[in-house]
T-cell receptor, first 112, second 114 residues
Framework: SQKIEQNSEALNIQEGKTATLTCNYT??????LQWYRQDPGRGPVFLLL?????KEKRKERLKVTFDTTLKQSLFHITASQPADSATYLC???????????FGSGTRLSIRP | DVKVTQSSRYLVKRTGEKVFLECVQD?????MFWYRQDPGLGLRLIYF???????EKGDIPEGYSVSREKKERFSLILESASTNQTSMYLC?????????????FGEGSRLTVL
């Protein structure tokens, strides 16, 4: 069965630096890959989507890459701020499937 | 503004009780989902529905059932609650014709079974 792996360890970054989070998947490549942000005690909020044929996608300080050879997506936050502290979830979407499955998430802490 | 509303933020129930978790969305979305989230296990899909009166099992349906009598409402039912069903429950919805299937989540319902 398909597996999605994200850094299980929390990531602690100094304010102003770039945070990089990893999402690895096994077996076949998803048609799309989504990233969500989740704050404690709240539901996840959609951030970005990248398609299989896109290498990179940007939105303000966020950048997502998708490498089907490495079976990996990287999520970058540039000029990180304490307000970026949250758990980030990746979610691959397979064109033949209708349900979205999630990685377990990486907790990011930005210290001032 | 898009909204998914879950009826209760916090519930405490006893083992063996029947529990209803209600979810309502105001976006006219066809797809609705129930997930549970546990530390270290992430979000796991319990059930989903593509249309009124339709339901599909997710990855962990045992011990749960669902009801979708109206398009905007998707209910999760625990017929006989057990302590291992203590968890955060998240409802989500999406548009059927949006190929990327972005999910809109509710705020979550934290259930404790004693």
């Amino acid at each position: 069965s398909q597996k999605i792996e994200q850094n299980s360890e929390a990531l602690n970054i100094q304010e102003g630096k770039t945070a990089t989070l990893t999402c690895n998947y096994t077996n076949y490549s998803p048609a799309y890959l989504q990233w969500y942000r989740q704050d404690p005690g709240r539901g996840p909020v959609f951030l970005l989507l990248i398609r299989e044929n896109e290498k990179e996608k940007r939105k303000e300080r966020l950048k997502v890459t998708f490498d089907t050879t490495l079976k990996q997506s990287l999520f970058h936050i540039t000029a990180s701020q304490p307000a970026d502290s949250a758990t980030y979830l990746c979610a691959p979407l397979y064109s033949s499937a209708s349900k979205i499955i999630f990685g377990s998430g990486t907790r990011l802490s930005i210290r001032p | 503004d898009v909204k998914v509303t879950q009826s209760s933020r916090y519930l405490v129930k006893r083992t063996g009780e029947k529990v209803f978790l209600e979810c309502v969305q105001d976006m006219d979305h066809e797809n609705m989902f129930w997930y549970r989230q546990d530390p270290g296990l992430g979000l796991r899909l319990i059930y989903f529905s593509y249309d009124v009166k339709m339901k599909e099992k997710g990855d962990i349906p045992e011990g749960y059932s669902v009801s979708r009598e109206k398009k905007e409402r998707f209910s999760l039912i625990l017929e006989s609650a057990s302590t291992n069903q203590t968890s955060m429950y998240l409802c989500a919805s999406s548009l059927r014709d949006r190929v990327h299937g972005e999910l809109f989540f509710g705020e979550g319902s934290r259930l404790t079974v004693l």
